[in-house]
């Protein structure tokens, strides 16, 4: 009776202990505004972590050909270097007019090598719309993608996707958002994603999409272990 009294005693201290440790979710960026959408939209119990954390990690690099390829490499890639379960995403703008880019290289389009995020949102946007110009509105068709990746150290857990479709306008309109939120308007609601608040966006966007389709999946994993 005593043996089996301190075996369910192990075995108790065993699942909090496991369940503590997978409740600290790495979230593979250092973007702020990615991880605040991410909190927005996951009503998960965990402590979320950004590579902020982990100043000595290599950068995984973002070599695949396609935003799920990206996302999964960068997913497994952290997630075995800190031992932690990780969430990455891969995502971008795909503008018809311009065969489907900037797509993965959305975030590095420009080619700017500064740590300036803000800089580079600017000249990202810049480039786009000095390649559309003379293009009809029409035709300045484009949608937001977000493939949402979560992997233990030892697997992928769960892969989900999300978009957002509209069109290209010829100059930033709205102060709110970050990327290129300025030039892409949803016909509607009439505006563009830099003048929607955060709820709005997170509402609508293709990054809040990819997250609400994983919450539910992360809370049945969570309840697992």
Not at 21 to 42: D, H, Q, S
Not at 144 to 172: H, K, M, N, W, Y
Not at 195 to 222: D, F, M, V, Y
């Amino acid at each position: 009776m005593t043996f089996l009294i301190y075996e369910e005693w192990c075995d108790l201290e065993l699942r909090e202990y496991m369940g503590t440790e997978n409740k600290k979710i790495l979230v593979a960026t250092t973007n702020p505004g990615k991880i605040a959408e991410l909190r927005a939209c996951l009503d998960a119990d965990v402590k979320w972590l950004s590579l902020a954390r982990f100043p000595g990690i290599a950068e995984v690099k973002e070599d695949g050909f396609t935003f799920t390829a990206n996302a999964c490499k960068k997913c497994v890639g952290y997630a075995k270097a800190t031992g932690l379960w990780t969430i990455a995403d891969d995502s971008g703008l795909a503008i018809d007019a311009l065969q489907g880019g900037p797509g993965i290289e959305s975030a590095r389009f420009c080619g700017s090598k500064s740590k300036n995020k803000k800089l580079i949102d600017r000249q990202n946007i810049e480039k786009v719309l000095t390649l559309l110009e003379g293009v009809p509105p029409k035709i300045r068709t484009a949608r937001f993608v977000c493939c949402l990746c979560l992997a233990s150290p030892e697997e992928i857990l769960v892969q989900t996707q999300g978009t957002l479709e509209g069109f290209i306008i010829d100059r930033p309109i709205g102060e709110n958002g970050f990327g290129y939120d300025p030039i892409f308007f949803v016909p509607r609601l009439g505006k563009t994603i830099a003048q929607l608040t955060p709820e709005e966006k997170n509402a609508i966007s293709h990054r809040g999409r990819a997250i609400r389709k994983l919450n539910p999946l992360l809370n049945k994993l969570l309840k697992r272990v």
